[in-house]
């Protein structure tokens, strides 16, 4: 509302700006109308006076017979006649006005149009040469070019007005037709700001009005969407801690009720642990994903041997699959693989997908470790003999929490923030991560294309 008064409406500006216009362009085509109708009146008139002169000039004895009557042409009008005979003399009511230059030109054979005054009026004068030698001269009022000035200057004023007024309702129209859909999408934005959902902001205006509608319509549904996300998200958190805890709590009131004592002291301990470390565990990925979706997460580039690092992580990992009978298999280009990247991601990366695949990879089975070069770049896989994926599941494997839940009971979960862990790390590494239902080993692939160095946005940091 306060931006609405500093910048003043829209709608008054579309209409004072149309107005405005309007108004210039009435303006102008007035004030030159203005003088070109005088103008043209006083052409007309001294044209018509003209003609006159010429048929009076060309009866004589007509001429003769008004002057002698001494009547005027017409009546109304008061056109005035003088005769200017061949020895110079010049007879009738205009004669005031025939001066010596006048007689002179008629007397030449010339025409000729002047303004003069008669009875102290102003009047137009025209004279035309008779066959006979002399001249006829007729007078009219000037007063005469003014009424037909005034006429036709009225007869302006009422087109002019009429554009003035039919710009200012064209500006109104528009306006409205602007401003209404835009205050209904801002009135709309301003309630979802506030928390609704569900509005729907009606398409209608012109296009780019409309497109505004349909993007705020679709803004609502993204927010609704997302805010349900960010929902069951809480609700799985929260599942996922309260277990830890109650049986922590479960535990904790045990032993101080003594109920728990002598040697079952160290075993509720290892359970308490347990719980504790799983607990921390969850609350690191909870904050690794915070970090990676905020822009304060850091990476440590440097030159990197992915072939040394695999080595390393195989290292670890054949002996946890040892441990549970699983069969596991590294491929390594066995020479050097340097990138530019981060090392200590990257194993988080690769430790995160090994532990979801030996979690779900039966005894007997193999799982596979696998780095090799990809054009400059490099490529890492983690392939297993487990219950693999479907197309459902890689549509949305690395949303969070997605597959957690689908699989909770089915088969062995973690907290669900893994996957969405890894999609953020690899992309801020410059990278990309795929999921695969096929592997060759019966069960999920996992791929990650890492580039020479993570130029990518959020890399080199
Ligand atoms: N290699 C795989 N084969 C089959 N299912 C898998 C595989 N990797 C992941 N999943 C499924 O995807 C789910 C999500 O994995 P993710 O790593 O995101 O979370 P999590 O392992 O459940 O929990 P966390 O990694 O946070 O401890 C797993 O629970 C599992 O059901
Ligand atoms: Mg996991």
Avoid at 231 to 247: A, G, K, N, Q, W
């Amino acid at each position: 509302m306060r931006t609405e008064r500093r910048h003043g409406s829209l709608a008054v500006s579309i209409v004072l700006l149309t107005t405005a216009v309007a108004a210039v362009a009435v303006l102008l085509t007035g004030l030159f109308a203005w003088r070109t109708i005088r103008t043209n009146a006083e052409a007309q008139e001294r044209d018509q006076l003209a003609r006159q002169a010429e048929v009076l000039a060309r009866t004589p004895p007509l001429a003769g017979l008004l002057l002698q009557r001494q009547q005027r042409i017409a009546g109304p009008s008061g056109t005035e006649l003088a005769l200017v005979q061949p020895s110079g003399d010049v007879a009738g009511p205009s004669t005031e006005v025939v001066g010596p230059g006048l007689r002179k030109a008629l007397l030449a054979g010339e025409d000729v149009s002047a303004t003069a005054v008669l009875d102290g009026r102003e009047v137009l004068v025209e004279g035309v040469p008779t066959r006979t030698g002399g001249g006829l001269v007729l007078t009219q009022p000037m007063s005469d070019v003014d009424a037909a000035t005034d006429r036709m200057r009225g007869a302006l004023v009422l087109p002019l007005a009429l554009g003035l007024g039919g710009a200012a309702l064209a500006g109104a129209l528009l306006a409205r037709r602007l401003a209404r859909p835009l205050s209904s999408a801002a009135r709309t934005a301003h309630r979802l700001s506030a928390g609704e959902r569900g509005l729907t902001v009606p398409s209608e205006g012109p296009a780019e009005v409309a497109e505004l509608a349909t993007a705020l319509n679709s803004l609502d549904a993204a927010l609704a969407h997302s805010e349900n996300r960010q929902r069951d998200f809480l609700l799985s958190v929260s599942h996922e801690i309260r277990t830890p805890l109650t049986t922590a709590r479960g535990y904790a009131e045990a032993l101080a009720d003594e109920v728990i004592t002598g040697d079952e002291v160290p075993e509720a301990g290892r359970v308490l642990r347990t719980e504790m470390e799983r607990l921390e565990r969850f609350v690191g990925d909870l904050l690794a994903l915070a970090r990676l979706e905020a822009d304060d997460f850091r990476l440590d580039v440097d030159e990197v041997d992915l072939d040394a690092l695999v080595e390393q992580a195989a290292a670890v990992w054949s002996a946890r699959c040892a441990r549970d009978g699983v069969d596991f298999r590294v491929e390594r280009p066995a020479q050097p693989l340097t990138i530019a990247t981060d090392g200590f991601r990257i194993r988080q990366l690769v430790d995160g997908l090994a532990e979801n695949a030996l979690r779900v990879t039966p005894a007997g089975r193999p799982l596979v470790l696998a780095v090799r070069q990809d054009g400059a770049g490099a490529r890492l896989q983690v392939r297993d003999g487990g219950p693999g994926l479907t197309d459902a599941d890689i549509e949305v494997a690395f949303e969070r929490g997605a597959l957690t839940e689908r699989y909770r009971g089915v088969r062995p979960v973690g907290s669900g923030l893994g996957l969405a862990v890894a999609r953020r790390l690899a992309t801020r590494l410059g990278g990309i991560i795929s999921a695969a239902g096929n592997a060759p080993e019966g069960g999920a692939c996992f791929t990650v294309l890492l580039p020479p160095r993570p130029d990518g946005p959020g890399g080199s940091a």
